[in-house]
């Protein structure tokens, strides 16, 4: 059994494919943590482009509210409140926050949470949260991290969830190059954004 960290932001639609495949597969076989990053953080004092700031800004005030969650309620809460949001999000297409405060709702979570949205004395917490990302990788990089009984990498990068037939096979081999010390990087250029079933235009 391997334990397995994943470090994602929610609003990053690569992370949910990729926690999906991996929460599914993993089963009993392995540990699976989700932790918390954040993309508004990583940009923070770079330029971006126009089409980028509505994705930050939701990354921003996600952000404060997965952080209020996981220090208050613990990882488990944060990982309900993960899934509730992607499903809304990343499958229906909504972002807005009565879409949150169902998704609070559904976690088991008292719904005025939804206030921590707009708590700026939460984001010295979302910071250090992202840092503690950056730091187990030992190097600045996006959504999503994965980190295999302590060796890091950036990735995993799925453009869709794999074939039931592939998906075992995959984490079997991400867990062998991960473990094995010798090895460094395999990288792939861009594919283009992820396909993801039931997606509502």
């Excluded at 639609?13 to 392995?30: C, K, M, N, Q, Y």
């Excluded at 999503?144 to 995959?170: K, M, N, S, Y």
């Amino acid at each position: 059994m391997a334990d397995i960290d994943l470090y994602l932001d929610p609003v990053c639609p690569f992370s949910w494919v990729s926690a999906r495949w991996l929460l599914e597969t993993a089963g009993e076989d392995h540990q699976v943590t989700l932790r918390q990053m954040n993309l508004a953080v990583l940009n923070e004092g770079t330029e971006v482009d126009e089409k980028q700031r509505p994705m930050l800004e939701r990354s921003r005030r996600l952000g404060r509210l997965c952080a209020a969650v996981t220090d208050r309620h613990g990882r488990d809460a944060f990982a309900r409140l993960y899934a509730a949001l992607g499903s809304r999000m990343h499958v229906g297409g909504a972002h807005d926050d009565a879409a949150i405060t169902a998704a609070i709702t559904e976690s088991g979570l008292d719904p005025t949470l939804v206030e921590t949205l707009d708590d700026a004395s939460l984001d010295r917490l979302v910071s250090a949260t992202h840092h503690d990302s950056q730091q187990v990788l030992g190097a600045t990089n996006g959504a999503p991290i994965i980190v295999v009984d302590g060796h890091a990498f950036a990735g995993p990068v799925l453009t869709g969830p794999p074939a039931p037939d592939r998906a075992r096979a995959l984490l079997e081999a991400l867990v062998t190059l991960t473990t094995t010390a010798e090895f460094a990087d395999l990288h792939r250029p861009y594919q283009g954004p992820p396909t993801i079933a039931g997606r509502q235009k």
